[in-house]
């Protein structure tokens, strides 16, 4: 992707950085190292059912990827979310691929955005879509600021703790929707704003995250 004038300008204020291991590169992405060590999900296990949807995701929830998303939503590190929004639109082009007509993402209630100054979310789904010159769209908002999932372990009150949480904003109806997060886990979360989505009318909804868990037991910090 070429970059602006602007974004050259802050690269050499600003140097980027791979996320994972955080050594200086020339342009926003991953590092030849981290490009090979880095754990990819098989093909085949790639995508996971959520709800009515299924998620796509490129990695595993584990080791230096848990550490840049946690960097991303805890430590104020929204530089993070370029190269980790290019592996979501690498990861979205290859399995959804002329399925989707517009991009929109799993919003944070305001309370935590607020608190946070930004959406780790919105910030991925930018970015992925800086990929397509094209811009995300709000099509949900989170109406309570419920307790995190991070807190739950059991993957039944974690689908209570997110029930009628979200509501769908005027402009899924008729549309194929991309519905962009940072990680799926139990994919509770993802579900629900399926559901929301599908009820307002939107023709068809797939989903991407940067990371899949593939553990049972969720680890804490991992969602908002």
């Known amino acids: ?19 994972f291991c955080g050594c200086v ?12 060590t880095l754990p990819w999900i098989e093909e085949h296990l790639c995508e996971r ?13 584990e080791e230096s990827v848990r550490r840049a998303l946690l960097h991303l939503k805890f430590h104020y590190a929204p530089g993070g979310a370029e190269p980790l929004g290019q592996l979501v639109a690498r990861c979205s082009a290859e399995h959804f691929s002329g399925e989707f007509d517009v991009v929109t993402w799993v ?55 997110v029930l009628g949480v979200y509501r769908a904003l005027p402009g899924a109806a008729g549309r194929r929707i991309l519905l962009i997060d940072d990680i799926c886990t139990t994919g509770a979360t993802l579900g629900e704003c399926v559901r929301e989505l599908y009820a307002a009318g939107a023709k068809d909804v797939v989903c991407a995250a940067v990371a899949l868990s593939r553990e049972k037991k969720v680890h804490k910090n991992t969602e908002e």
């Not at 970059?3 to 950085?17: A, Q």
């Not at 590169?25 to 090979?36: H, R, T």
């Not at 059912?49 to 929830?61: D, E, I, T």
């Not at 780790?120 to 307790?147: F, G, H, I, M, Y």
């Open 1 to 19: 992707m070429k970059r602006t004038w602007t974004g050259r300008l802050l690269d050499l204020l600003f140097p980027p950085k791979c996320p």
């Open 25 to 36: 590169l020339n342009e926003p992405g991953v590092c030849p190292k981290c490009e090979k």
């Open 49 to 61: 059912k959520v709800g009515q949807s299924v998620c796509a995701a490129p990695l595993w929830y």
């Open 107 to 161: 919003p944070v209630s305001r309370k935590r955005l607020r608190r946070r100054g930004y959406d780790q979310a919105r910030l991925l789904a930018e970015r992925a879509c800086s990929c397509w010159d094209t811009k995300p769209v709000a099509l949900l908002e989170k109406t309570e600021d419920n307790p995190a999932q991070s807190t739950l372990t059991e993957a039944a009150a974690r689908r209570a703790n």
